[in-house]
């Protein structure tokens, strides 16, 4: 008897075992019909108040990015400028260009020396460094054709929290003490609600950011390109010897554009079109990749790290020269996201071996034709979904705060092409495409996408990041689609990132294992390991209809809803 047990025994004991050591599927908030995830947990939940009110996926974006100006100040902003990709439940998809434009005094040379030389830090922190912003335009452009509740219900969130104070996390109090030299260093009047020595659990107040605020709920567009919020931009500019007038304020315009579309097996990718660089870029990689058994190759594995590496060096090859502002350069959109195209770009691929990035240049065109971003998802009980990029490009952008609106500027003009050749903060180098003109948008790499699976929405996702936002949505999207991870495991992975120039791989901790690391290097790339790769904020739509929220832990991000 014991004898015909030992053999039963084992079998159990065995699958007790392999029970044990069967990974646990780690899933996010799940809610019925509506999310909003973003970078903070108060903005999340304003979003998602807006929507309990009856209020659209526009509506609860608009609230949620107000309050992220508040509660998130390194990203979240008035003072900067995004994109919003918006598909409504009907399956129509547009895109918001609310990106800042270089002011009318900018000139292509406007950040270099007497010899011809980059003066560092010019085009990243103090008063030159700041574009004409675009939030506030964005915003009240995308209410007036699509919001639902009154656009003073939107901002007033944003007001209470401004005006009564919240409490600061461990991240937020960190990050307003790193910059405190920076504050006092560009700001000629100091700006004492950010100036302390802050603890998580601390209490802090806007005053002036909610004066500010108040005069966008009463007036719309007009309470920050007009009247006090725009003098007060103006003699801050004065002080520091900026560029932003009057005038270059009240000719900002948010532009609606075509959505950049493109399909990846039987999926459909709704992105952001130039002046981003994402959409196209995304497109390209996803492209370049299809053809080859990454599911079966596996996740973070020597082979499917090699490829994306490889496709990455192309893409960000094609970047550098061909992407900047449609409105000054011809961008060819069409030509370089064609899967011919994208086919013989990545004809040199060699499964065994690295091509060294000073081997690869721009693809040859047929003729004829901070890093500190924030990002938000939403959807909403009526099926639209909305994805917002918005950024002030390094963390509190130029740390120039202006005096009596209690908000920060950009430093996006670093985001411009400063000389042909020579790389910004992200290490993105580019050329004529990206060069400094007066009102001219600066190249970005902000890739808010929205993604179907047969004709039906399936995911919303973005991040920030700088340059490493395109590849980070790129993973994240291949995390699901092949990979087979829930949203807040795709979320939640390490990440690498690589971009043609530098020529090396640039993992998080932990997201390559020994052996996979030591095969890279074989094929030979070479590493330069990073703490943290972005903070992507993701919605994903369950077979059964609800929505899983994926928000990414390297922050304080969190999912809302019901
Ligand atoms: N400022 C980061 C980006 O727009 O790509």
Sequence with gaps: MIKRLIPLLLVISIVAC???????????????????????PLASRAGSEILQKGGNAIDAAIATQLVLAVVHPSAGNVGGGGFMVVR?????AYTLDYRETAPSGATTNMYLGETGEVIKGLSETGHLAS????????????????????????????????????ILTEHEAEGLNYIQEDLEKFNSILPNHLMNAWKAGDSIRHTDLGYALERIRDNGRAGFYEGKTADLIVE???????????????????????PITGEYKNYKIISMPPPSSGGIALIQL??????????????????????????ERRVYADRAAYLGDPDFFEVPVDKITHPVYIEERMKTFDPQKATPSRDIKE????????????????????????????????????????????????????????????PNMYGAIGGEANKIMPGKRMLSSMTPTIVEKDGHLLMVVGTPGGTTIITSVFQTILNVLEHNMTMQEAVTAKRFHSQWIPDTIQPEFGALLKDDSLQLIRYGHTFESRSSIGRVDAILVL??????????PRGDDAADGF
């Design 18 to 40: 392999q029970t044990a050591i069967k990974k646990e599927r780690i899933t996010g908030r799940i809610t019925d019909s509506a999310m909003v995830v973003s970078a903070h």
């Design 88 to 92: 409504l439940n009907d399956g129509s």
């Design 131 to 166: 574009g004409v912003p675009g939030t506030v335009a964005g915003l009240a452009e995308a209410h007036k054709k699509f919001g639902k509740l009154p656009w003073k219900e939107l901002v007033q969130p944003a007001i209470d929290l401004a005006m009564d104070g919240f």
């Design 236 to 258: 801050e500019m004065k002080r520091g010897n900026g560029l932003i007038t009057h005038e270059d304020l009240q000719a900002y315009q948010a532009i609606w554009r075509e």
């Design 286 to 311: 996803l492209k370049s990749v299809e053809p080859y058994p990454i599911q079966e190759w596996g996740w973070n594995t020597a082979p499917t790290v090699h490829l994306m590496t490889e496709a």
């Design 363 to 422: 693809g040859v065109l047929q003729p004829g034709e901070s890093s500190q971003t924030t990002h938000l998802s939403v959807i909403d009980q009526y099926g639209n979904a909305v994805a917002v990029t918005t950024t002030l490009n390094d963390g509190y952008g130029s740390r120039v705060v202006v005096a009596g609106a209690g908000f920060i500027l950009n430093d996006e003009m670093d985001d411009f092409s400063m000389k042909p050749g020579v």
């Design 543 to 552: 077979a059964n209809g609800k929505l899983e929220g994926g928000a990414d």
